[in-house]
């Protein structure tokens, strides 16, 4: 019971450094953020926040990933739920554009925030995660694939079309001046949505004339 009530505390006050630091580095920027700001925001100890983190590269690799792991368990939880084609790649553009619309902060973090040092740092776990979120879209396109109901296309191609524009959408919005209006993004997908499924399903054969 003790130590359940201690892994609880330890964790709670690893996520209140992750959550100042995604403050400071969003408002501030990676490279004026100090550590002593961190410490600050979160009230966290030096001994505190070194039994979790080596350095302030760490808070953000962490940080990274964490919100990475959480956009793609949401994607693929979205596509899941659909065993149909035209729904499955629509639905998953709506809810793109949803979670960006309800996580702000996260959604800009990721799209953003990416210094070298801190790609450097998160390449190795963010390689593992994106190997299992697009093994796991794959399986998903595959079914389709043989039903013939989707174009054959290359791996990078389907994420291009599928959910390239919906991301180029929402990372110009997350630039755009703020307060950001999320209706913006509700009038959207019906048009990014459809896109997609046009440029994904399969061309409808040609009726031959008698």
Known sequence: MENGVRAQASRARQQAILQ????LFLNNGFGATTLE???????????????HFQGKVEV???????ILDSYQSAFLRELRRHREAR????GTVRQHLRWTGHNQELAAYL?????????????ARAQNLNRAFFGQTGAWLAEHLRQGLLRRLSPHL?????IGPADEFTRLWLLGSRPRDV????????VLASAAWNNLRAPSPRRVRP
């Not at 389907?158 to 599928?162: D, F, I, R």
């Not at 209706?183 to 019906?190: I, N, S, Y």
């Open 60 to 66: 953000a690799a962490a940080l990274y990933l964490e």
């Open 158 to 162: 389907y994420h291009a079309l599928w």
């Open 20 to 23: 100042a630091a995604l403050s």
């Open 111 to 123: 799209t953003h925030c990416r210094e070298p040092e801190v790609a450097a740092a998160s390449e």
């Open 37 to 51: 700001q961190i410490l600050e925001r979160s009230g966290a100890s030096v001994g505190s926040f070194y039994h």
């Open 87 to 90: 729904a499955g790649i629509e």
């Open 183 to 190: 209706k913006q993004l509700a009038r959207a997908e019906d």
